[in-house]
């Protein structure tokens, strides 16, 4: 019975053993569990002092440090906001505002020369002011280190614009074009012929310098000097003002498809061939009425069923006498000499198409040039005094609108 006791005894013993294992490990477990959540809330408690602590510091040094904080402040700013000067700006500098130019390109070319503090600020200030769209081409007097709102309001403004424009009208030839050019730039006409001399340096393409019918071409500036009203930009030099007038040409004739279009639609003749016969009906044409016209009548003579197949224009003749510098005349005042002169390269009797183009030819003459009306005339004459001309297919209509020309004293 004992020895059953005992058992009995030491299996009791080894019961509270195993209970106080599992109580052991229960609160053991427990313990883990509660420690674990005390250190998250710890650190979290801990973040909270961090967060709190750095706000302090903040708030300690805003009150310490008073104005000087704000650099601080206005470079973590900058991270969000475009950098803008706060003034008005000082001093002057001129800008230019080219052909094409987007707010963008402006507002590059107002950080490279100092008067915005950032590209993106003026970009910003030109979004939101619809009047942006407003800025023209040209060179502007702005200042240095101003706000962008006030470069633009600057931009905007006519009063600001370096306005050094010259004229440059329809017809006018190189050597005249030079002059004028001269006058308003001070820049000597022999700058400008230097320039001119290499028409490729300037701009022009090389294939403009082609001819269908064989005839060898040297280039010239002629024809390319588009008539127009330049801005000049400061400190420009002859080459620069002369590769603007070429661009000019060159976008204008290219908007018209001209190249295109006369190869198509002329007969085989090429662009330049037909520039040519553009500055002939821009000198003889009177009024812009006529210009197309003029036009047939140069291709008929030259390429077409007229007995000489030349020109027999006056104005070449005149042409030749301002290259040589001679006076130029009227029809009437010309010598039979210096009409059929056989050492003129712009002969009036001279077989086919002449050399060059003898001016520069406006849009209208070009157009005239690209698309004439159909017809067969070959002669003209001039019957009022508004510059109109009466066009005839034969010699002897051509007779009859003299006589009619003579009747209203124009001729």
């Keep these: 019975m004992i020895d059953e006791l005992d058992d009995a005894f030491d299996e009791r013993e080894r019961e509270r053993e195993r209970e106080r294992e599992r109580g052991d490990k229960g609160r053991h477990r427990r313990a883990y569990v509660e420690n ?65 130019h987007t707010a963008t390109d402006i507002a590059n070319t107002l950080y490279s020369a100092g008067v915005v ?23 502007y007097k702005v200042r240095k280190q101003m706000r962008a709102v006030d470069a633009l309001a600057m931009l905007l403004d006519p009063k600001n614009r370096v306005v050094n424009g010259v004229v440059i009208p329809e017809g006018t030839t190189a050597k005249r074009v030079y002059l004028l050019l001269e006058k308003e730039t001070k820049i000597p006409a022999k700058e400008f012929e230097a320039a ?30 588009f008539p127009s009203t330049y801005e000049i930009p400061p400190k420009a030099d002859a080459e620069t003002i002369l590769k603007m007038m070429v661009d000019n040409f060159l976008t204008v004739v290219g908007e018209m498809e001209f190249t295109d279009r006369v190869q198509k639609e002329r007969g085989g003749i090429t662009p330049y061939e037909a520039l040519i016969v553009a ?21 008929n003579r030259a390429y077409g069923e007229f007995p000489c197949n030349c020109l027999e224009m ?40 002449i050399p060059t183009p003898i001016n520069n030819p406006g849009k209208q003459a070009l157009e005239g040039a690209m698309d004439p009306p159909p017809g067969k005339w ?8 508004k510059g109109h001309s009466a066009f005839a297919e034969t010699y002897e209509q051509h007779l009859k609108n003299e006589a009619k020309a003579k009747e209203n004293g124009i001729i």
């Design 196 to 225: 001119a001399k290499d028409p490729l340096a300037l701009g022009v393409p090389d294939f403009w310098f082609t001819r269908s019918d064989g005839k060898k071409v040297a280039p010239s500036i002629e024809g390319f000097l």
């Design 36 to 100: 674990r959540r005390r250190r998250a809330e710890g650190k979290a408690a801990g973040g909270g002092g961090k967060t709190f602590f750095a706000l302090l510091m903040t708030l300690v040094l805003l009150g310490t440090l008073g104005g000087g904080v704000w650099y601080g402040y206005d470079r973590i700013q900058g991270f969000f906001t475009a950098a803008d000067y706060e003034g008005g700006g000082t001093g002057e500098v001129v800008v230019e505002v080219k052909a094409g």
């Design 279 to 299: 500055s002939l009906a821009q000198a003889e044409a009177g009024n812009k009425d006529d210009l197309g016209k003029v036009a047939r009548v140069a291709y």
């Design 378 to 385: 070959l002669y003209f004459v001039a019957i009022d005094d």
């Design 314 to 353: 006056d104005v070449t003749v005149n042409y030749y006498l301002e290259l040589t510098g001679q006076k130029t005349k009227r029809s009437k005042d010309m010598t039979d000499a210096e009409l059929d002169n056989p050492k003129n390269p712009y002969n009036r009797k001279l077989r086919g198409m």
């Design 117 to 139: 503090k950032s590209a993106k600020a003026f970009i910003e200030a030109a979004t939101e002011n619809s009047r942006s769209k407003n800025i023209q081409v040209g060179s």
